[in-house]
């Protein structure tokens, strides 16, 4: 597979992974919560690499294994939390769901992976569905109404087309979580353009008390929201000046002090 030459683009990327039958679930417990309700923990298949998907991206497995190293250490803590349909819906804006990518909505949380690994070619996941907010839905789906989900990547990567059409997902990529869908013959994907020029429009401002509920309009002033993407995309910018810079150091450029 050859690249087009100059054709690397950095995007926003919602994109659904994976689509797990009910039957391949594999439920390792479940607890009763009381109240007549109960939460379990399970596994499953949360991305698959070096295969073509339906929206003819591609991820090599070292970009899976980057997104497992990066998001493994959060789902040690119990704080990567997955929102139950992912900001792909909430508009169709492009400018609001970029300002909304870097949200995790606790209210709208289902789950958490408290595990998250690679192997054989696959990213795995052990998920918790919670006790409160979208927890006690997404179990009775799962357990009683014996649905299908979908799980589905939320990041910001850089993405090259390959001259046969292929998308090549690349470096830098900077996963935010992976949210759970619970309509998976929805629409799949979404990437809209990132333009680091504009990124601060995306950052929250720390001092202002609620920049989501303020500023995105989109979330009400009672809400709870975790802006850890802000992190994310800080962290983004910084691997595209480093790479641009490493760019610019290859072609043998040199620098004169006076």
Request: hydrophobic share 40%; proline share 4%.
């Amino acid at each position: 597979m050859m690249a087009r030459k100059d054709n690397k683009r950095y995007n926003f990327i919602f994109e659904r992974t994976s689509v797990v039958r009910n039957h391949d679930i594999e439920i390792l417990e479940e607890t009763d919560i009381g109240g007549g309700k109960a939460k379990i923990a399970a596994r499953a298949t949360l991305q698959e690499s070096e295969v073509k998907n339906r929206n003819n991206r591609y991820y090599p497995a070292s970009i899976c294994e980057s997104i497992v190293n990066q998001l493994a250490p959060k789902a040690q803590s119990r704080s990567l939390l997955m929102e139950v349909d992912h900001p792909l819906f909430v508009s169709s804006d492009p400018e609001v769901l970029k300002k909304r990518a870097s949200i995790i909505e606790i209210n709208n949380c289902g789950a958490l992976i408290r595990e998250i690994g690679f192997k054989n070619r696959q990213i795995y996941g052990i998920f918790e569905t919670l006790s409160g907010f979208k927890g006690p839905d997404l179990y009775n789906l799962i357990t009683k109404d014996k649905v299908d989900i979908g799980f589905s990547l939320r990041a910001l990567g850089a993405v090259e087309t390959l001259q046969d059409g292929t998308i090549l997902v690349k470096d830098p990529i900077r996963p935010i979580t992976y949210d759970i869908v619970s309509n998976p013959s929805h629409a799949n994907a979404r990437v809209l353009e990132f333009l680091p020029e504009s990124a601060g429009e995306f950052i929250p401002d720390r001092i202002a008390p609620i920049y989501e509920g303020e500023v995105l309009e989109i979330l009400d002033r009672d809400r709870i929201v975790i802006s850890e993407g802000d992190l994310s995309v800080v962290r983004f910018i910084d691997d595209i000046i480093n790479e641009r810079f490493e760019e610019v150091i290859s072609k043998g450029i040199k620098f004169k002090l006076f």
